[in-house]
């Protein structure tokens, strides 16, 4: 019973500093997406592509959470107005605190879009609120066609499912109707958006979903309606 009350303590500890990111993300006008998925399924390749798409109309930094190293950062370093890597050491997830520090640095009245990445993990990421508006789960398609099932915990929370690295369906004999099929027993209110950063296939879909639901949220109606 007392590691569950740590547990416990732990977890609402977060989830104050992530209510108050998100209060300052909403003050600044600022939408915060949270980027989840299993390590390699394509979440900084994502980025590469989505950033410069956005670049003409909206200003994004990217906070970037990995175990070690600052290799994800610099490969997004020159796309964004800010990128900032978070090391966690040994920690499976980013947490509340961590993106705090990290929204510290950042000029949140310049910015549109606060790109969260994620420590590459199905489990742990998905119980700890970070302050983000949206939580979108990466699954590529070399990963299999199972594993929305096998990791419901993270799929139940997503407001998008992006099915990534299409190109490689035929290769892999990729059975999307199962994903669709396990999807409409754990989560009906995301959409599925099957996309290929690499040939850009599917794109036009994912950039269409976060510019509608950036206008869609009238942080600062003053400054809105003059955009
Ligand atoms: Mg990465």
Redesign the pocket.
């Known amino acids: 019973m007392k590691e569950i009350r740590v547990v416990e303590s732990v977890l609402k500890a977060n989830d104050v500093i992530a209510r108050d990111n998100r209060t300052r993300l909403n003050d600044a006008g600022v939408l915060a997406i949270n980027l989840m998925s299993a390590p390699g399924s394509g979440?900084?390749a994502l980025l590469e592509k989505t950033l410069p798409a956005l670049a003409p109309d909206y200003a994004s930094a990217v906070l970037v959470g990995d175990l070690q190293t600052t290799r994800?950062a610099e490969r997004v370093r020159h796309l964004a107005k800010s990128v900032t890597q978070i090391n966690t050491g040994r920690g499976c997830h980013l947490d509340a605190a961590q993106v705090e520090t990290g929204l510290s640095g950042l000029e949140l009245n310049e910015l549109s879009f606060v790109f969260i990445?994620n420590v590459?993990n199905m489990v742990c990421p998905a119980a700890y609120d970070l302050g983000e508006h949206l939580r979108v789960i990466l699954l590529s398609t070399p990963e299999g066609d199972d594993k929305a099932a096998k990791y419901p915990t993270l799929f139940q929370i997503a407001d998008a499912v992006l099915l990534t690295k299409i190109d490689l369906y035929d290769r892999l004999d990729y059975k999307v109707e199962r994903v669709r099929d396990d999807l409409s027993r754990i989560n009906t209110r995301a959409p599925l958006i099957e996309l290929s950063a690499a040939t850009g296939v599917g794109m036009d879909i994912w950039l269409r979903w976060l510019r509608t639901e950036r206008e869609a949220r009238r942080f600062r109606p003053e400054t809105q309606l003059g955009d």
């Open positions: 979440k900084t994800d990445e590459g």
